[in-house]
Nanobody, 119 residues
Framework: DVQLVESGGALVQPGGSLRLSCVAS????????MSWVRQAPGKEREGVAR????????YYTDSVKGRFAISRDNAKNAVYLQMNNLQSEDTALYYC?????????????WGQGTQVTVS
């Protein structure tokens, strides 16, 4: 079974930094694009960052560009989200996510989430 386990969330003051980690198991990690998604109370889920396989190209939603950085360590089956200059609007439950190819379809997997509170 695919499992994604996030950690690193915390309460931090505005302007502070956090590093989220996600460790994956049950999949060929190096073959999967990995994403960080967040959901704030009362708001829709928002894609924050994505990192490709191979070249490791990265993509960010506009609100975090220049502040957040996604990276991966294929040897550790891990993906990270370095978050700098955190603001109150970054408060959310942060999920690690991926899509595993299953034949002609794809199956989405999510972790349980890690809470980031900026206050």
């Amino acid at each position: 079974d695919v499992q994604l386990v996030e950690s690193g969330g915390a309460l931090v003051q505005p302007g502070g930094s956090l590093r989220l980690s996600c460790v994956a198991s049950g999949l060929t990690f190096g073959s999967n694009e990995m994403s960080w998604v967040r959901q704030a109370p009362g708001k829709e889920r928002e894609g924050v960052a994505r990192i490709a396989t191979g070249s490791g190209n990265t993509y960010y939603t506009d609100s975090v560009k220049g502040r957040f950085a996604i990276s991966r360590d294929n040897a550790k089956n891990a993906v990270y989200l370095q978050m700098n200059n955190l603001q109150s609007e970054d408060t959310a439950l942060y999920y690690c996510a991926t899509v595993e190819t299953l034949g002609v379809t794809g199956v989405a997997y999510w972790g349980q989430g890690t809470q980031v509170t900026v206050s």
